[in-house]
């Protein structure tokens, strides 16, 4: 059974700090991890997706990945009230494209 | 470009009741995919096409929920009978790739919510 897990959270982080969300993921297999972001109510949005080892940067976000502790982690910079949203972290595992899913993290952003 | 298209938003049914859902995908999307997330968890793949053929449906209860792509375009997903179990958000998406690379973006719709009474 390929599982993802990611602490469901809240997350409580003060306006202008510094969000770091986290991921674990059981298959050695995985071959791409996707950071969604999901605002109540609303469909999942892509964020970023890393497969290679180490760091992304797409503005404020960092994505990283390290497939011998099989982790993986979104930083989200200067955080801004508008970030406060449930993060989905996804993994595929071969060309068919599936995701897997973990439970997601709610994130809260206090002004 | 217009993103995925999903309907009806909500619906409303008795257990035992069935219930279609309509997707379409983005245009030239050649992979469609269905997803069931339950309040509280992140979604689930129901059952995933490309172009017109099932490439998984692993985890489609198959005794009560059934799904088709004629023509490789709009999609439906149908549940009979409801169960209370069933009450969720149910999601569409579609990526480009005809292959379904592993990097390939998924882009989901509005989502359905089923609620089972």
């Known amino acids: 059974q390929k599982e993802v897990e990611q602490n469901s959270g809240p997350l409580s982080v003060p306006e202008g700090a510094i969000a770091s969300l986290n991921c674990t993921y059981s298959d050695r297999g995985s071959q791409s991890f996707f950071w969604y972001r999901q605002y109540s109510g609303k469909s999942p949005e892509l964020i970023m997706f890393i497969y290679s080892n180490g760091d992304k940067e797409d503005g404020r976000f960092t994505a990283q990945l390290n497939k011998a502790s099989q982790y993986v982690s979104l930083l989200i910079r200067d955080s801004q009230p508008s970030d406060s949203a449930t993060y989905l972290c996804a993994v595929t595992y071969n060309q068919g494209g599936k995701l897997i899913f973990g439970q997601g993290t709610e994130l809260s952003v206090k002004p | 470009e217009a993103g995925v298209a999903q309907s009806p938003r909500y619906k409303i049914i008795e257990k035992r009741q069935s219930v279609a859902f309509w997707c379409n995908p983005i245009?030239?999307?050649?992979?469609l995919y269905w997803y069931q997330q339950i309040l509280g968890q992140g979604p689930k793949l129901l059952i995933q096409f490309q172009n017109n053929g099932v490439v998984d449906d692993s985890q489609l209860p198959k005794d009560r929920f059934s799904a088709e792509r004629l023509k490789g375009v709009d999609s439906t997903l149908k549940i009979q009978p409801a169960k209370l179990e069933d009450s969720a958000v149910y999601l569409c998406?579609?990526?480009?790739?005809?292959?379904?690379?592993?990097?390939?973006?998924?882009?989901f719709g509005p989502g359905t919510r089923l609620t089972v009474l």
């Open positions: 998406a579609s990526s480009k790739t005809r292959q379904g690379a592993s990097t390939d973006t998924q882009y």
């Open positions: 245009s030239g999307h050649a992979t």
